[in-house]
């Protein structure tokens, strides 16, 4: 069975870090892409940043470009996605979710993902 647990959401101040944790179980990353979205209070669940381990490809939304860094280690079945220079409108919950992908590059489109994690709240002060 896969799962996916989200950590380290909290609270920090503009200009501040932090770095989210996916912890999956049940499969591993070769031919799977990850991908980390967030939904902010009354709008749309959006893509942040995805990996496909199968291109070695990462791929990030404007908005967060040069700010949020994806990365994984093999060994503990973790994903991370590394978050600096936070503002206020990155307050969200962030999920992250996997999807079967054997060939190419990622995407950040909501419906290709098959399995998701519960979340993790992430509020930014300012």
């Known amino acids: 069975e896969v799962q996916l647990v989200e950590s380290g959401g909290g609270l920090v101040q503009a200009g501040g870090s932090l770095r989210l944790s996916c912890a999956a179980s049940?499969?591993?990353?070769?031919?799977?892409?990850i991908g980390w979205f967030r939904q902010a209070p009354g709008k749309a669940r959006e893509g942040v940043s995805c990996?496909?381990?199968?291109?070695?490809?990462?791929y990030y939304t404007d908005s967060v470009k040069g700010r949020f860094t994806i990365s994984k280690d093999n060994a503990k079945n973790t994903v991370y996605l590394q978050m600096i220079n936070l503002k206020p409108e990155d307050t969200a919950i962030y999920y992250c979710a996997v999807k079967y992908n054997p060939y190419g590059s990622c995407t950040l489109i909501r419906g290709e993902y098959n399995y998701w994690g519960q979340g993790t709240q992430v509020t930014v002060s300012s």
């Open positions: 990996l496909s381990e199968s291109a070695g490809a990462t």
């Open positions: 049940g499969f591993t990353f070769d031919d799977y892409a």
